[in-house]
């Protein structure tokens, strides 16, 4: 469960953009639909993912994100990179929309020196580990597994509800 901020309403009530960059893989941002959908799932609550388009011009991009800001959204989350993470936080500034962070990049800077944790791909690689009898993996912030089997199957083999 998500700790409340004081100011921020309940993820109930929650109205989100997630800026997601093009950098992403496919898996992951998959990963992220899910666990964003399962957070933040419907009724009074929305996520709107916004994904910036591979080439596309920093104009266009800020047009994207201001027009949902600017529709009325509670918070904004870069899922990315320190670019996409400057990026989003530059177009927020002198706003009162929180900027949260979901670090997807390579190097993640911003996010370890604010000490956010890299869960992500663990996330990813747990809902794999719980799926699938056998796993294959190749990440960027973990050691590969190869043909790796996960016994015993815990839980029937039904994932338990993670959320960092």
Do not use: K
């Amino acid at each position: 469960m998500a700790a409340a901020v004081e100011g921020l309403p309940v993820a109930g009530n929650m109205n989100v953009v997630v800026v997601i960059a093009p950098t992403v893989n496919g898996f992951l941002r998959e990963t992220l639909r899910e666990a964003l959908s399962r957070h933040f799932p419907g009724g009074r609550s929305a996520c709107d993912c916004c994904e910036v388009r591979p080439g596309e011009s920093e104009e266009s991009f800020a047009a994207r994100v201001r027009g949902r800001v600017g529709a009325g959204c509670d918070l904004v989350v870069a899922a990315g990179g320190d670019g996409t993470v400057a990026a989003v936080a530059h177009l927020l500034v002198g706003g009162s929309v929180p900027l949260g962070i979901v670090p997807m990049g390579t190097g993640n800077l911003v996010a370890r020196e604010l000490g956010i944790p890299l869960a992500v791909e663990n996330y990813a690689l747990l809902h794999r580990l719980w799926r699938e009898d056998v796993v294959d993996w190749e990440g960027r912030f973990r050691t590969p597994l190869q043909g790796y089997t996960s016994t015993p199957r815990p839980l029937d083999g039904v994932p338990p509800f993670v959320w960092h």
